[in-house]
């Protein structure tokens, strides 16, 4: 089971919209793929219409990652409803808000990664949407995946927070012992004709030559339309919807290549051994 974030700490990027791109892609290729939605908007939760029903939340999963409660909290969207392959969720919560401190205590940074511990032969890919913020839900995230995609668009604030967040991860793969590894850079909302845009891409690339990605998303109506309609952009029937999937696809690969090219298990004894080595250190 491979396991992605997405990833931002400035709001306002594009980056739900582009893990409900991954996830249409992973389902394109026949992937069996859990999408968690972490973050507190719950915005993945609302874009795979999902009804909740009398299921758990990602609350409860972050409360207490036991066997029931991960399962209970798990619902099919209402992308695979006519589908053999399915796109399931861990349902989000606005209560999810109540755990993302900014000082969590060392195990509690472990929760969804003994979560997913549990879904190891249950799904392919695991896609997170994280909050746009440093805390101990983002850091969840970060430490139970294989890889993060920092998701920016070309503006100065969204440049600036890339800087931010690799230098958070280099932080907390420091302090908790385990790698936290992006996958890169990606540029989302890129207008061609845009100076700005331009001069931020070029401002990327001097920054962060080796973690850009070659891929630019634009912001086209169909992908927009797609979300709208709780459909993958995948079979969204128009040119510009198929240009869309065609670059979630090569996003997707990249990770294949960079989870492909270090095979290892998820290591959840190997992490889950750093966490309590973690906090007996802190006691």
Known sequence: MDVLSVS???????????????ASAALARGKRTLVVDIDPQTDLTTGLAVDPGSALTMADVIKNPSPDVVRRAIVSSAWTEDRTL??????GSPRTIEFDVPAPRPRDLWKLDEALALLEDAYDVVIIDCPP???????????????VLLIAEPSLFAVSAVGRALKAMEELSLDQQVPVKPLGVLVNRFRKQSIEHEFRI??????????LLDVRLPERASLQQAQGSARPVHSWPSESGKKMAA???????VFEQAVDGHPQA???????AAAKAAEKKAR
């Open 8 to 22: 931002s700490l400035k709001g306002g990027v594009g980056k739900t919209t582009v893990a409900l791109g991954l």
């Open 86 to 91: 399915s796109v399931d969720v861990m349902v």
């Open 133 to 147: 913020s440093l805390n101990s839900l983002t850091r969840n995230a970060w430490l139970a995946s294989d890889r």
């Open 202 to 211: 070029s401002e990327l690339e001097q920054l962060y030559p080796r973690q």
């Open 247 to 253: 670059q979630f696809d090569q996003v997707f690969d």
């Open 266 to 272: 998820r290591g959840h004894a190997g992490r889950k």
